[in-house]
């Protein structure tokens, strides 16, 4: 399966980021990582200037979150209609820092469901707290979730991404160990076809020893991904 590597730019960046995708292709040119997919996911407002120059340097460009409604009474709100009318190709659902402000799973599912009716990917974030892992019910968070966000819709693939919170921002990784545990138990869940990403303080110096672990599909990277520089050495460990 082909690896996704992709930045989640959160709420960072500027008008002249939009040339990013560019700066991209010069430092890791298309031609060298054809065995790889690039997605980089900018605060909405970017996304209608980033999609035709990224696309000619062969990145993907995603959205961090969407709508569940196609239109609507909905202030501030975007739609995954709206998205996919820009030419991104991806959409992020259930982060955890939305999840901590209120979305719950069926929402996750809602908005996986919009995305898929409008041909984005949805990248669907699942993790644990640190009190959770302490705890001992890691899995059993991460199943509960799965099993309430997962989109179902019939022969449309979406991604997984499985992001432990504690790990998140942290400069905390979780161990090659605990990732190969939790993405075999997220395969047995998903299947054989559906990649799964691994997030949280991913960087140039641990991409090689995550991207090793066989049910390791990518990354989604947070503050790794707004340099392009190390956004390309972590692309290159995963060719
Ligand atoms: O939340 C993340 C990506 O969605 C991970 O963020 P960091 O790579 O900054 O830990």
New binding site residues.
Partial sequence: MKMLI?A?W?MHGAMDWIKKPVHFDTVLPAKDRKAIDVLICPPALYLAAMVEPAMDNNVFIGAQDCHAADEGAHTGDISAKQIAETGARYV?NG???RRANGETDANVKAKAEAALRHALTPII?VGETLDQRESGEAQAVVAKQLSGSLPEVEGKSFVV?Y?PVW?????KTATPSDIADMHNFIRTIVGPDTRILY?????PANAAAIFAVETVNGA??????LDMYSLADIAQAAL
């Fill in positions: 992709a989640n959160k992020i982060h955890s820092e974030c991404a992001e790990a998140i921002g942290t400069g997030g949280g303080s991913v960087k989604l990277i947070g503050g790794a991904g």
